[in-house]
């Protein structure tokens, strides 16, 4: 079967283009949107991740702007995925945010990136112990934003409260934390333990999950609860090279995976949701209605649609 019309929830650029560039122009955001629709992705999520919190805002209000001058860009893109800066400032979690710009969660810090939105932020992930009144996490729920955890070492308590707090999904499990870790009570564990309680991203390139451990994920979750993300940076469909993702510098090698400079951590993804529905399909051997499910549908229902019209 040959897999189309894809949804990413998650993505931080495309074919050569970083979406958390300053200077991004209608040209830059319009060569993106017509590569992925080239591509069979019908709807994505720009993705901002942490930074500044005026140069976050900054970088939204531009997509919204750029957004409403084109109707291809308009049909590509959904809406806003934020992540960051309210994730945790501990090595390994906080993964290739900018540790300086990840802080505790307030309202008065939240409310810009909201309001440059203008109703267009779908998902905001944060880690549940930089809200640990749930303040935040209450108050965009109630607001229709669906909040997930993401780059976080919450304990199961954190985690629980937030949950009970509204929050409803995980921001691409098994990433975003460190090499090593507990054994046994660890956030995939913990998260995994919450599985009929959350809807669950997952980037299935091989290389930030092993297909094996990919697998015994989605026995865990089930495919009715997760979902597949890019989690695409500006390499995405372009091959070997540096790239952008806001100030850093990224290089891809030969095996096509984005990797920091000294090999801490991946830093996105250069994998297609194409590719990711091939690896699905032949690297999992996943039926074709699960593959739909996991690149389609789930995310399709997520942000309150049932079909693609």
């Known amino acids: ?55 976050m805002a900054a970088r939204i209000g531009r997509i919204v702007q750029l957004r409403s001058s084109d109707p291809l860009i308009q049909r590509v893109v959904a809406g806003i995925h934020i992540e960051g800066p309210f994730i945790s400032t501990v090595a390994g979690y906080v993964g290739a945010h900018p540790v300086a710009a990840a802080t505790e969660a307030t309202w008065d810090l939240a409310a810009p990136l909201l309001e440059a939105g203008e109703g267009l932020v779908k998902i905001f992930t944060l880690a549940p112990e930089q809200d640990p009144s749930q303040q935040l996490t209450r108050r965009l729920t109630n607001d229709g934003v669906i909040v997930s955890a993401g780059h976080t070492n919450a304990t199961i308590e954190e985690l629980d409260a937030a949950i009970d707090a509204g929050l409803s999904m995980f921001t691409h499990l098994g990433n975003g ?38 697998r015994n994920y989605l026995k865990m979750i089930g495919t009715e609860r997760a979902f597949v993300v890019s989690d695409a940076i500006a390499a995405a469909g372009c091959g070997p090279g540096v790239y952008a993702l806001g100030d850093q510098q990224v290089t891809v090698g030969n095996d096509g995976v984005p990797r920091a400079d000294d090999d801490s951590h991946l830093v996105g993804s250069a994998t297609t949701m194409q590719q ?11 039926s074709d209605s699960d593959v739909l499910a996991l690149t389609q549908e789930n995310p399709l229902r997520i942000l309150g649609q049932t079909s693609l019209a």
């Open 177 to 214: 934390c460190p090499r090593l870790m507990d054994r046994h009570d660890n956030i995939i564990q913990r998260v995994l333990s919450r599985s009929d309680r959350l809807q669950i991203g997952l980037i299935a390139d091989g290389a930030h999950v092993p297909f094996f451990t990919l």
């Open 1 to 55: 079967m040959t897999f189309s019309n894809f949804i990413d929830l998650q993505i931080n650029g495309y074919a050569g283009i970083d979406f958390n560039q300053d200077d991004l122009t209608q040209e830059d955001l319009l060569t993106a949107c017509a590569a992925l629709d080239r591509d069979q992705v019908q709807k994505v999520l720009v993705t901002i991740i942490t930074d500044d919190i005026s140069r």
């Open 276 to 286: 990711m529905a091939e690896n699905l399909s032949t690297q999992m051997g996943l």
